[in-house]
Every structure is written in structure tokens, then in C-alpha cells.
């Protein structure tokens, strides 16, 4: 094996193969030649010079020369030499003292001696190089016009493990992981039935990365099939590295800062959503999935609610719901009441407020930026650290440091408790990206409310609300099902309804299929209330 001078030596020379003059993705080149050694040189001169890429020689039944080509480092080496090498290399029971043309000889391998699972005759160059860097192995044989590509991918993965970022409290403890392959067992599992449908193509130039996008049959809406596959079908970059990738290529709005596509590491997140009439898009070497359409509404709904009772469900749900709303507008209000109108506040608490305030050096305005900032800058520190020291750091910043602000006379008592609760309530939105997207509103509310005051924030509020109702999700209007009004939808929108209490789908995905419960089940158990058991009398 060459040292890594000699390796760094030959490619400043300009002995590699420039980019330009290989194969360009979307050619169609056959290898025409049934030569062997003409078939090795032109996958050689394609793949260029890689030490993980193995060509096996060897004679197929001890007399026709043939090569088994793979990438050493994505392949399951125990299956080529079980499967591939060991029963090619012996003539079959079957086969002995038979004729067998060089034409017909790939059908017989497939059929009567190699014993993968997945095996295709191919003779296009650009369909076997993806095989090989995929994780194929490509099959030639000296003198037959067709190649072989044989299933033999295998990818290290992690261990399938609870979800990092959507906590479960009652429910399915599996989370995705980054082989497609895996991923997709877990949403087969949850949703045995025939109607799944699961369209698998690579997308990206030069990591061909494959996408698969999955539905119901019968249940989605085609149009929103079509759409999907059609936003795909546009993507032309190189890379793809995860479906992060996809969801700025997709989204109908990319400038605004709220999310138009909702993603999950939860496999049965994803079957619910199947089951309604979305659909799921998951990418190869990611575990996230991509739900599309996607309401607001989604962003403060868990899984978990549906698997608590309804009663339940509904208050953690408002819960939810109003921490929102408070880590969203309380900086901005308590800017606006503290510098334009202190006199709506309550005499005892406008002097407490007052007194807290004395001898702090900046207006209401300067002061709560400040303390924000500095809240989002220990908030990034504390995810981007090692989680260890991260819990630690995150206790020092906000005891120590803040204890030692107020102290120092930098800011006011409530002020920290102001940032602190706004802190905590944007930590109750399930949906990072959309909390995300709250704290950068805040920003813009809080300098409204530094410069006009309580109308400022109405100001802010009603851009806000306005862009809201002017988003959409592949048609699907971004604050359904409110606007427009739905009842059946609302009342598994702000609250948790009872299972019995919406029997249908979404209105506003237009499901092909409307109905997810029998008439008989939708009924309240209340109809049938339990008597007790009937007693015969005795004759």
C-alpha cells in the first residue's frame, strides 16, 4: 500500500482523472465491450483510484473468468464470500454435465446458484457505479454482455434509542435512527397494512443520497402525492447530506421564520400522521422524519396526548398553549408598562417595581435586551457543551451570574424573573424549530414596545397574526383548522376532544378516506353505559 507521500505526491503531479472528464450524472453509457478487462478498465477509469474499492478475480464453476467489485467499507463481507463467491466458485448438483451459454449464464447464476436476496442484471455503467457505491456488489463476467448487482449493504448503525429531542411520557420509547433501511422496518411495524406505500429514489450529484417518501393508499389526498414528488423531482444539488437538506428545498415560504414542514424522530408520530392523510419523507443517513402538510397547531400537540384521557390531555394542552403565548409577548409588555404606562399597574406592586429599579443604570428597554441576549447566548452554550458540563454551566449562569447582575445593580430583581419565566415558557413548546422561531419574534416586539409602548406590541401582535394567515403548507392553510373555521378540527385543535368526539380525518388534508372510525365506535360510551350484569331467574 502506497504511503501517504506517495499518494500526496501522485495527486499534485495531476495523475488523478480531472472531475470533467467522468461520467456526468444522467448520462447513459453501456459497456458494450463483453470483454472482461475492457468492463474493469472502464468502471476503473469512472471510480478513479480508491483503496477501499476491491476487485475480487475468480473463475465462476473453476473456468469463466469473472470479478466481483465493492466497496469494502459499506458491504457485508461474511454474505459476499457465503453467498456470492463460495457457491459460484462449485458447480451446482443441478447444473452438472450442462451446456450453459455465456448469454444465458447470468439467469443461471441468479437463478440456480447465487443465494442473496436482491440480485438484477444490468448493463448500463451509470446504474452499476451507484450500485457499488451504495453498497452493491457488481458481478462481471468475462465474455457475457450483462452484469450482475447483488444486495450486499451493510452500514454500521447505533442501537435504536429513545428520541434526544421529543421526550416521552406515555408511549412507544423507539426513536429513528440514520439507516433508511431501519427506519422504515420501525414505521412497517406500526402500520401492517397493504396499503403503505414507500417510493424510495436517491437524490443529490454526488452523495445520491436516497429519499424515500411514504403514504396511505386509499387515505391521502394523490394531489398531495403528485406535489410532493414533484417537489422532489426539482431538487438538482450536489449533496444531501440530511432531511434538513430536503425541507429548505420544499417549504413554500423559506423567508419566513416559522416552520412550514414539521420533523420528528418518532416512528409513531409518523404513523399517526400517515394515518391521517399526510405524508412522511424520510432521507437516508438522517433520523428525522419530514410530515408534510403541517398546521401551526401541530407544534404544541404531542403524541402523549392522545395516549393520556382526554381531561387530561386538554389542560397540559392549554398549558402549553399559554406559555406560548407568555414567552412570546411578556419582555415586550412588561417594556411597554414599565417605560409608557406604569400607572396600570397596581400601586403596591408599581413601588415594588420602583424600588427593584433604583439605582439600575439603563432604561426598561436596554435592560430586558440585555438580560435576553444574555439568555440566548447561555442557551446556545449550554446545547453546543457536553451535556455534563452543560447542566452545570446552565446552574452557574443563572443563579450565580444572575444573582451577582442584581447585586451589582446591572438590572432589576424583576427583570430576571420577567427573562427567567419567558425562558421557561418557551421550553414548553414541544416543537423546537418552532420555539425557535418564537424567540426571534421576541426580539422585534420588544424594540416595538421600546418605541411606541402598548400600541407597539398590538402593532407587532397583528403583522404577526397577518403573516400567520397569509402561510401555507402544499396548500394547506397554515392556521387550519381555525381559518377556516372547522369544527371538527378545532376541537382537536385547542383542546383535546374525546376519541368518540372526532370520528373523522382533517378536513383540510381532503382525505381520500374521511372516516377513521365505525359509526358504531364514534358513538359515546355513555350510550352504552354499564348495567351490571343481567341475573336469570330461577324456574
Keep these: 500500500m502506497s504511503s501517504w507521500k506517495q499518494i500526496f505526491e501522485t495527486y499534485k503531479a495531476g495523475k488523478h482523472e480531472p472531475v470533467e472528464s467522468r ?27 480508491s483503496d477501499d474499492l476491491i476487485v475480487r478475480r475468480f473463475r465462476v464453476f473453476g473456468e469463466i473468468e469473472a470479478a466481483a467489485i465493492f466497496m469494502a467499507s459499506v458491504v457485508d463481507h461474511i454474505l459476499i464470500h457465503e453467498a456470492i463467491l463460495k457457491p459460484l466458485m462449485n458447480i451446482p448438483p443441478q447444473l452438472n454435465f450442462k451446456v450453459i451459454d455465456l448469454k444465458e449464464l447470468p439467469d443461471v447464476l441468479l437463478k440456480d446458484c447465487l443465494l442473496v436476496t436482491g440480485g438484477m442484471k444490468e448493463t448500463e455503467a451509470e446504474k452499476l457505479l451507484n450500485s457499488i457505491m451504495q453498497g452493491s456488489t457488481v458481478l462481471l463476467i468475462d465474455g457475457a454482455p450483462e452484469s450482475l448487482v447483488l444486495q450486499t449493504r451493510k452500514i454500521e448503525k447505533r442501537g435504536i434509542e429513545q428520541p434526544q429531542t421529543e421526550q416521552v411520557i406515555r408511549g412507544a420509547r423507539e426513536g429513528f435512527v440514520e439507516v433508511l433501511e431501519t427506519n422504515l422496518s420501525l414505521l412497517r411495524g406500526r402500520l401492517q397494512s397493504n396499503d403503505l406505500r414507500i417510493k424510495i429514489s436517491p437524490i443529490g450529484r454526488r452523495t445520491r443520497s436516497r429519499v424515500a417518501v411514504c403514504y396511505i393508499e386509499g387515505i391521502v389526498n394523490p394531489q398531495l402525492v403528485d406535489e410532493a414528488l414533484s417537489r422532489l423531482s426539482k431538487i438538482d444539488t450536489d449533496a444531501i447530506i440530511d432531511a434538513g437538506y430536503i425541507e429548505q428545498f420544499i417549504e413554500d415560504h423559506p423567508m419566513s421564520p416559522f416552520p412550514q414542514i414539521q420533523s420528528t424522530e418518532r416512528p409513531d408520530k409518523t404513523a399517526a400522521a400517515l394515518i391521517e392523510g399526510r405524508v412522511a419523507i424520510m432521507v437516508d443517513n438522517s433520523p428525522f422524519a419530514l410530515i408534510i402538510p403541517t398546521v401551526f397547531a401541530q407544534f404544541y400537540q404531542t403524541l402523549d396526548d392522545y395516549t393520556e384521557r382526554f381531561m387530561i390531555a386538554s389542560l397540559i394542552r392549554m398549558v402549553r398553549l399559554i406559555a406560548l403565548i407568555f414567552s412570546l409577548i411578556t419582555p415586550a409588555l412588561y417594556v411597554s408598562v414599565i417605560s409608557f404606562n406604569p400607572e396600570l399597574l397596581p400601586t403596591d406592586f408599581a413601588v415594588a417595581v420602583a424600588g427593584g429599579r433604583a439605582g439600575v443604570p439603563f432604561p426598561a428597554f436596554i435592560e430586558v435586551l440585555i438580560i435576553e441576549v444574555s439568555m440566548e447566548v447561555l442557551r446556545e452554550a449550554t446545547i453546543r457543551l457536553p451535556q455534563m458540563i452543560g447542566g452545570a454551566l446552565s446552574i452557574v449562569g443563572v443563579l450565580v451570574i444572575g444573582q451577582a447582575a442584581v447585586s451589582a445593580g446591572f438590572c432589576s430583581p424583576i427583570t430576571v424573573v420577567i427573562v427567567a419565566l419567558t425562558t421557561i415558557g418557551s421550553f414548553a413548546t414541544p416543537a423546537y424549530n418552532a420555539a425557535i422561531a418564537l424567540r426571534m419574534l421576541r426580539f422585534p416586539l420588544i424594540f416595538l414596545a421600546g418605541t411606541f409602548g402598548l400600541y407597539g406590541v398590538m402593532i407587532g401582535l397583528i403583522l404577526i397574526v397577518n403573516h400567520l394567515l397569509s402561510l401555507e403548507s402544499f396548500g394547506v392553510p397554515y392556521v387550519a383548522p381555525i381559518v377556516p373555521g372547522s369544527w371538527q378540527g378545532i376541537k382537536d385543535s385547542l383542546m383535546r376532544g374525546p376519541l368518540w368526539w372526532i370520528p373523522n380525518r382533517p378536513s383540510y388534508l381532503h382525505p381520500v378516506n374521511k372516516r377513521r372510525q365505525a359509526k358504531k365506535t364514534a358513538k359515546s360510551p355513555m350510550d352504552s353505559a354499564f348495567k351490571g350484569p343481567t341475573r336469570k331467574e330461577n324456574p
Design 23 to 49: 461520467m456526468t450524472p444522467g448520462t447513459t453509457v453501456q459497456l458494450a465491450s463483453p470483454s472482461l478487462e475492457d468492463k474493469l478498465e472502464a468502471i476503473h477509469s469512472f471510480l478513479g483510484e
